[in-house]
């Protein structure tokens, strides 16, 4: 068993504890990024978005996924989301990153 799948495992276990858990939802998305199984990365983050709209974390990564499979309006969607998100939340560390992140990713 990989280094992966035992965390993925392990993500699993917690959830199934705790499945209102956002912070596990958005590990397990995080893994199968790793695993670059991003269709699957990108179904759980949805997931936790659908579950936790005010998971601030969730956007730029989610965002991200969408500009390595060429869907550049769909990330445009999910920074300028996130965004607002931030603003609500005054967290301006994660304003910054996704501002510069979205800026980027519509050059």
Do not use: C, W
Request: glycine share 2%; charged share 30%; no cysteine.
């Amino acid at each position: 068993m990989t280094a992966t799948s035992q965390r993925l495992e392990y993500l699993n276990t917690l959830l199934a504890e705790d499945p209102d858990d956002s912070f596990v939802k958005y590990a397990i998305a995080k893994e199968y990024e790793k695993l670059d199984d991003l269709k699957t990365s990108i179904a759980k983050f949805e997931s936790l978005r659908a579950d936790d709209p005010d998971y601030v974390g969730l956007y730029y990564h989610l965002a991200y996924i969408y500009t390595e499979i060429d869907e550049m309006e769909k990330a445009l969607e999910i920074y300028d989301a996130g965004i607002e998100v931030a603003k609500v939340q005054n967290d301006l560390h994660a304003l910054s990153e996704l501002r510069n992140a979205r800026v980027n990713a519509d050059i």
